[in-house]
């Protein structure tokens, strides 16, 4: 079955034509990623699904349905939002109740529901606490559990993760993963970090400028992008391009590179000055300054290299990728 | 913690300033005061002494009960003067979520047109409202002014509440939606209670004119029974006798009420609750 079907989606502001024939499928259980630069469209997208904006034109089938009409409150989706949104007049409980007493649940069907999501994220010791006195990390996981009481067709994540810290970003990361594993439900997650993208999806939907550039499972994109758009936006450090005549006089193509790809190599094709050096104990990344383009390159291990010197790298050709001047992938 | 706040010496001068502008601001309100509980003599001979054994005297608060009826005057202030701010508040909030909230043809127009209120005075239209109070059979009725008042605190009203209504989490709203509540539940229950400091800024905005108002009870509502304090006080004015006793006592009297409505709305100004709702 699928969680989600949507066909020939198109969504304009006035003149600004935002979202362009977008067409995906998710299915049952899967975790799809919505990802790309700010501006591209994957929160409109979102806010479409969940019926808070009108698409223009197109079909949104949730589990089935058509819903292009249907206001978001009967949809079967539940939305978790960046900005936490919780209600603050409302504690914990109220929180994770209120949609459940809008859909006039019986009372024990809630309080089962509450008593559940709150065991899974660990919740018990707040609910009855109100928004102001819990940390970030708390609301945060409030905003899921008011999502996971009303057991939705379809879980929507905005950015949930932007606007906590580094170290409970991936905390929270985990505990989604986690979550998605016990629910087996369908999600949806928007977001611009790349490695959020990486290690939470089954498939990734990679949007530009409101259009879908590809779709697949994280290593498919990794490994075989579409265009140097996907393959430039996927990987830290990202993608080095460079025209390949540097290496292949007449070649007029140009010429991706991972940074994990190059490897030191004392009569390698590779030459130039090293610029700077940064030192990360498992992974040395090196930017190299190459006639053509500077180079980031990523050393396993620890390497003695210096600002300043000269040094030769060579690589893989069966690892490089050739683009067109259009920027779609030559094979 | 600020630097500058943590300094002494920055304090001592900012205290300073606010206690010096305090004393400022309530010492006509004191001169008031004192010179209520005095004797008329004692009134003019030292008005800025405090009331002794000698000058002390409850004549002006006297005169003040037994002429006229003032307690009716004082509800009739009272409830025109809550009523104007509930119907301002309320119509000024629903106008103002409906211009921020819902964009469509011609919303920035009728915003436009909803401001324009605060710069044409209502006075102006003096004439015509009373002919339209009379025509419509208003004179002389509390409605009469209620209505006159609202219609002079909305543009202001609408004004400062659509820009506070913009700055409320479209996040929070659409989480409402997505759980089922009402656009009249999103607004009552979530975006009001965020914008209260601002609908009590707007509430003590509109309150003090309202109250101290002269020329609308005077022109739309002069009879007995519906005379406002400020109205009622001006029998003790007259064009060669003025009983200094009891206007005094009628002002420290009038003076009341304002002072309790306020402390009730700056309550409110104190955040607390709203931190929290969203980051």
Request: aromatic share 8%.
């Amino acid at each position: 079955m699928t969680a989600l079907s949507l066909k020939n989606v198109n969504k304009s502001f006035g003149p600004v034509h935002v979202l362009k024939d977008i067409n995906l499928e998710v299915e049952d259980g899967e975790f799809v990623v919505f990802v790309g630069p700010s501006g591209c469209g994957k929160s409109t997208l979102l806010r479409v699904i969940a019926g808070l904006e009108d698409a223009t034109s197109g079909e949104i089938h949730i589990a089935g349905e058509q819903v292009n009409l249907t206001p978001p409150s009967k949809r079967g989706i539940a939305m978790v939002f960046q900005s936490y949104a919780l209600y603050p007049h409302l504690n914990v409980r109220g929180n994770m109740t209120l949609a459940l007493k809008q859909e006039r649940q019986p009372k024990a069907v809630i309080e089962e529901r509450v008593a559940e999501a709150s065991r899974m994220l660990g919740l018990e010791p707040y609910l009855d606490r109100y928004p102001s006195e819990l940390s970030g990390g708390q609301r945060q996981r409030v905003a899921i559990g008011r999502a996971i009481v009303r057991q939705p067709k379809l879980f929507l994540f905005d950015e949930p993760l932007s606007n906590l810290d580094a170290a409970l970003r991936m905390n929270t990361r985990i505990e989604i993963a986690n979550l998605h594993r016990q629910l087996s439900a369908s999600m949806i997650y928007v977001t611009h970090d790349q490695t959020e993208a990486m290690t939470l999806a089954d498939k990734i939907v990679v949007l530009r400028d409101g259009r879908v550039e590809q779709i697949g499972s994280p290593m498919e994109l990794y490994n075989d992008p579409a265009n140097r758009f996907v393959a430039g936006f996927l990987g830290a450090p990202s993608m080095n391009f460079l025209p390949a005549e540097a290496l292949n006089p007449g070649d007029p193509r140009e010429m991706g590179i991972r940074p994990e790809d190059i490897r030191l190599e004392g009569g390698g094709p590779i030459a130039g000055r090293v610029s700077h050096v940064e030192q990360l104990g498992g992974d040395t990344n090196v930017i190299l300054e190459t006639p053509s383009a500077p180079l980031t390159i990523r050393l396993f291990g620890q390497h003695d290299i210096r600002a300043g010197q000269d040094a030769r790298f060579g690589f893989d050709p069966s690892r490089a990728y050739y683009f067109d001047e259009g920027g779609q992938r030559l094979r | 913690m600020n630097k500058a706040r943590s300094n002494p010496l920055n304090t001592f001068a900012m205290h300073g300033a606010l206690i010096l502008y305090t004393l400022i601001a309530l010492f006509p309100v004191f001169v008031i005061l004192i010179n209520s509980f005095k004797t008329r003599k004692a009134i003019f001979r030292e008005p800025l002494a405090l009331p002794d054994a000698d000058s002390f005297s409850l004549i002006g608060y006297q005169t003040v009960m037994k002429q006229g009826d003032f307690f009716l005057y004082f509800q009739n202030s009272m409830i025109v003067t809550v009523a104007s701010l509930t119907l301002v508040l309320l119509f000024g909030a629903m106008a103002a979520y409906a211009l921020s909230e819902y964009k469509f043809r011609g919303s920035t127009l009728l915003g436009l047109y909803l401001a324009l209120g605060i710069m044409i005075p209502i006075r102006i239209g003096t004439v015509a409202i009373l002919e339209m109070m009379v025509a419509s059979g208003l004179v002389n009725t509390l409605w009469a002014l209620i209505l006159v008042y609202t219609a002079q605190g909305l543009p202001l009203a609408v004004f400062i509440l659509s820009e506070f209504m913009k700055q409320v989490s479209d996040d929070l709203k659409n989480a409402g939606r997505i759980d089922g509540l009402s656009e009249y539940t999103i607004f009552f229950r979530l975006v009001l209670p965020l914008v209260r400091p601002a609908m009590a800024t707007v509430a003590v905005f509109n309150m003090i004119p309202i109250w101290n108002d002269l020329w609308f009870p005077l022109i739309l509502a002069p009879a007995e029974e519906t005379k406002t304090l400020t109205l009622g006080s001006q029998v003790f004015i007259g064009q060669f006798v003025t009983n200094w006793n009891a206007v005094l006592s009628a002002l420290s009297l009038a003076i009341l009420p304002v002072l309790v409505l306020y402390m009730i709305f700056s309550r409110q100004l104190i955040r607390g609750i709203t931190s929290g709702a969203v980051k």
